[in-house]
Every structure is written in structure tokens, then in C-alpha cells.
């Protein structure tokens, strides 16, 4: 007998496991979907903690994406409404809701599941577990390994403040490391005889510094320092290593863009007479939307019943509000009616209701490995209100909310509008072929090329 679905996320939330190493959440999500009949199959596209799920035959193939990850220095315990974290503050914890993400995307596909047996009808419900989204890249390597290929429409969700139908583009990104190396010396004493890397460093980020007046306004690129070389200042710094992460709007894009990057680290390097390594990380591509799909799940939102919060629910919101300041909370851009919008942050503590959003190609700041998986099958998203309105992703305030009924409650709704828009799909098939005629017409003469080279294989980040 199965544990219930909230149960399910609450499990994966106390497990609060890092990108690769899900393992526990792998595994209790598996043996979910086996106590449900879907034939399973683990670490598959050479990801221990990715998985397949699998329930029917034949057409059409709708697959439903999960993810699990947790996020490094996230830990806060569940309920309070201060920032308190559980254990050392570099414990991982569910800033981002994924927990509620994967569990509430078995909800999905169980309950298509449910409807195709009901019906006796032909078609498959697929399930794909994928790892590492906060750092991996986990669905691109799905994506490019061929995981979709028979997928006729790819359906997901994010946890959120909102009920609404995600739309438009996010971006493409490189993940770069830039190791330097040079020579240690006394910094004092023999000084010339040294070259350093902290100075590359510091010299290639001078240089991205001034790249940035001749980009795009829509590319970014930023950087940490991973290794400083020490902390001697009377030592020369014969080691030092920054990680870039480099977006724009397209791939293509973005590799041009990280090809001036290198040569501004090559720069550095000849410039303090160091060397360089450049070592490829992670990529992800851009989103290519689906205005087809995004129609089909906002008719699913008008058939699914809104959740009901309960008095006591709502004060519960209201004390996280409560920690935000009102300037301080993010509105939506893309809805349709931004004044609406304004009024329901200042009056709800959690949105009930729908928040249309006009159909957008924009691409907005920040991106997803969902990217990767809309290049080679078309594909929609949503979000659904699991927290207070307030604070944003990753924040401690997401992590306290993230076993709550209204957190459940989200999730529970999530998993009914993707169901209803896989049935939609399924009764009205010329649906599916208007999306896929969509999705061509979009590529145009384009080709899904995966940022990460077929040689790089699934790896943890630094
Ligand atoms: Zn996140
Ligand atoms: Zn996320």
C-alpha cells in the first residue's frame, strides 16, 4: 500500500538532497509509481537519480517531468516564520519547492493514468525523473541522450505564488570554470620571480567588466570566485579558479558570447605570463513555448476546481506575507492585467483564483533545463500558488512553507491541471498535431544542438 502524495513530498523535503544525489528521493518516488503499476526503470542517460516511469502503450505518449533537487544552504525548520535554520546553515533545504514539483507531477501522471483505465483507451503515460536542475543540467542530457523521442507533448509545473500558464522564453547558459596557474613566490622578498593567478583572475574579470557595454542588453554573465590561492597575502597566488556562467537569448548566442569570454581569459593569462584551463561545466538551452499548450492548460485551469483555504490556512499565509514588505514583492510581468495583480498582492495572503497572462515569445532573465526538453518535443508549463504571497524561489521562507497544506494543496492542483490537459490532448488529437505544427514552424531550419558536447557526461558541480 502506497504512502499518500503528500506524505510522498514531505519524505523528499526532510531528505533535502543536492543535484546527483537524490538517491532517497529517487528511490521512494520509484517505489510510488511501481505500488501504482508503472513499470520503472532507474539511472538512466548515465544519472544515477534520473528515472523512467512508464504505464499503457501506444499513442499518444505524454510525459510528464519531475523534478527533486534541493539547494546547498537552504536548511530552515518547516513552520516558523523566521529565518531559522535546521541544523548548520549549510545544510540543503527545498528553496525551490522541487519536492512538491516531482510528487505533484506522479500526481499528474497517475491520474491521466486513472483515465486511460477508466476508458480502456490506448495510450502512454510516461514519467521522467529529472535530477539536478538547480546545478546539472539533468533533463539536457535527457533531452540530448533521446529520452523524449517518442514523447508527443512534454508537461510540467513549478511551484509558485501564482496560478498561471507559463509563457515565453528563458535563456540559454553556459556553466564555465577558469583554472589559472602560475608560479608561487614570497610576495615581499621575490616578488618577480612569481606570476600570479589571482591577478589573472582578477584581470580576466576586468576585462568581462568592460565586455559588458558591447552586449546585448538581454545577455548576462556572471562569476564567483572558487579558489582565491590562499590566504596569504605575502604569497604569490600560483592557483586561483572562477566559474562563469554566461547567457543569451539563443545558443548560438550564447556560444559566441562565451567564445569573447575566453579569449578575454587567454588575455589574463598572457598578460601575468600564467596559463589557463578552460573546463566546460553544464549548458542549457533556451525555451521555446508552445502557445497551443499554453491554451490547452489554461481551459484545464478553468475546469479544475481552485483550492479552498481553510481560516486558519489563510492566517498561516498571512504570517509569511508578513516577512516581506510590500515593495518587496515581485510582480508578475507577464499578467495580462497588471493592476489586477497589484490589488491581489496587497489584499490576499495566498492568490486564489487565476492570473491570465498575454501569450509572450519574450525571453525572460534566468533559465531552466525545461529549455532543453522544448527543443526536441513540444512543451508547456505551469505554475500553481503553493506559498504565501511574499517572499520568492529560493528563499528560507519557501522552505518553512514547503510541508503546509496550502504547499500540498498547490501540488494536489498542479497534478489535476496537467492531468486535464494530458486528456484534452488525448480526446482531441488534432490538438497535438496543432502543437507539433507550432513547434516545427518555430525551429524553422533550426536543429536541437545541446550546449554540452556528447562527450561531457553527468557530473557533480564544484
Ligand atoms: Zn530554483
Ligand atoms: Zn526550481
Known amino acids: 500500500m502506497n504512502i499518500t502524495l503528500n506524505q510522498l513530498s514531505d519524505q523528499i523535503w526532510e531528505f533535502a538532497e543536492t543535484g546527483f544525489l537524490e538517491t532517497k528521493s529517487c528511490h521512494a518516488m520509484c517505489q510510488y509509481l511501481e505500488g501504482e503499476g508503472f513499470i520503472v526503470t532507474k539511472g538512466i542517460a548515465g544519472m544515477e537519480t534520473a528515472y523512467k516511469g512508464i504505464w499503457g502503450s501506444g499513442k499518444p505518449v505524454i510525459t510528464f517531468l519531475a523534478e527533486y533537487d534541493a539547494l546547498f544552504g537552504m536548511s530552515q525548520k518547516a513552520d516558523l516564520f523566521e529565518y531559522a535554520p535546521l541544523g548548520s546553515n549549510e545544510n540543503p533545504g527545498h528553496g525551490c519547492g522541487h519536492h512538491l514539483l516531482g510528487v505533484g507531477a506522479i500526481a499528474a501522471a497517475v491520474e491521466y493514468r486513472d483515465y486511460l483505465k477508466n476508458h480502456q483507451f490506448e495510450g502512454t503515460v510516461q514519467i521522467l525523473g529529472c535530477p539536478a536542475e538547480e546545478s546539472g543540467s539533468g533533463k539536457a542530457y535527457l533531452a540530448r541522450d533521446g529520452y523524449l523521442d517518442d514523447t508527443d507533448i512534454a508537461l510540467t509545473w513549478h511551484p509558485g505564488q501564482f496560478n498561471q500558464v507559463h509563457t515565453g522564453s528563458s535563456q540559454s547558459c553556459i556553466s564555465v570554470n577558469f583554472r589559472f596557474h602560475g608560479i608561487s613566490s614570497h610576495a615581499a622578498g ?19 567588466n568592460y565586455l559588458r557595454e558591447h552586449m546585448e542588453s538581454t545577455d548576462r554573465v556572471h562569476y564567483a570566485y572558487l ?21 543569451s537569448t539563443t545558443n548560438p548566442k550564447a556560444l559566441k558570447l562565451y567564445d569573447r569570454v575566453i579569449n578575454i581569459a587567454k588575455g589574463a593569462a598572457m598578460m601575468t ?19 497551443v499548450i499554453e491554451d490547452v492548460l489554461e481551459n484545464a485551469f478553468h475546469k479544475v476546481p481552485s483550492p479552498i483555504y481553510t481560516e486558519e490556512e489563510l492566517a498561516y499565509a498571512e504570517n509569511f506575507k508578513n516577512t516581506t514588505p510590500l515593495e518587496r514583492i515581485n510582480i508578475p510581468q507577464k499578467a495580462l492585467d497588471k493592476e489586477a495583480i497589484k490589488k491581489i498582492i496587497s489584499s490576499q495572503s495566498i492568490h486564489s483564483g487565476f492570473m491570465k497572462c498575454a501569450h509572450s515569445e519574450e525571453c525572460g532573465m534566468g533559465s531552466t533545463d525545461v529549455g532543453d526538453i522544448s527543443w526536441v518535443v513540444p512543451t508547456g508549463q505551469i505554475n500553481t500558488a503553493c506559498f504565501a504571497i511574499g517572499a520568492g524561489s529560493h528563499s528560507w521562507q519557501w522552505v518553512a512553507q514547503g510541508k503546509s497544506s496550502i504547499a500540498h494543496k498547490g501540488m494536489q492542483y498542479a497534478g489535476k491541471i496537467l492531468a486535464q490537459a494530458a486528456i484534452e490532448f488525448h480526446s482531441n488529437p488534432e490538438l497535438i498535431q496543432k502543437a507539433k505544427d507550432e513547434f516545427n514552424q518555430r525551429l524553422g531550419q533550426d536543429v536541437y544542438q545541446c550546449l554540452i558536447p556528447k562527450d561531457v557526461k553527468p557530473h557533480l558541480i564544484d
Open 190 to 208: 621575490s616578488p618577480h620571480l612569481g606570476r600570479s593567478a589571482l591577478d589573472a583572475c582578477e584581470l580576466m574579470n576586468v576585462g568581462v
Open 227 to 247: 579558489n582565491v590561492g590562499g590566504k596569504a597575502p605575502n604569497v604569490v597566488q600560483s592557483e586561483a579558479e572562477l566559474k562563469y556562467f554566461i547567457r
Open 273 to 291: 605570463e600564467t596559463s589557463v584551463d578552460v573546463l566546460f561545466d553544464e549548458g542549457l538551452s533556451n525555451t521555446i513555448p508552445n502557445f
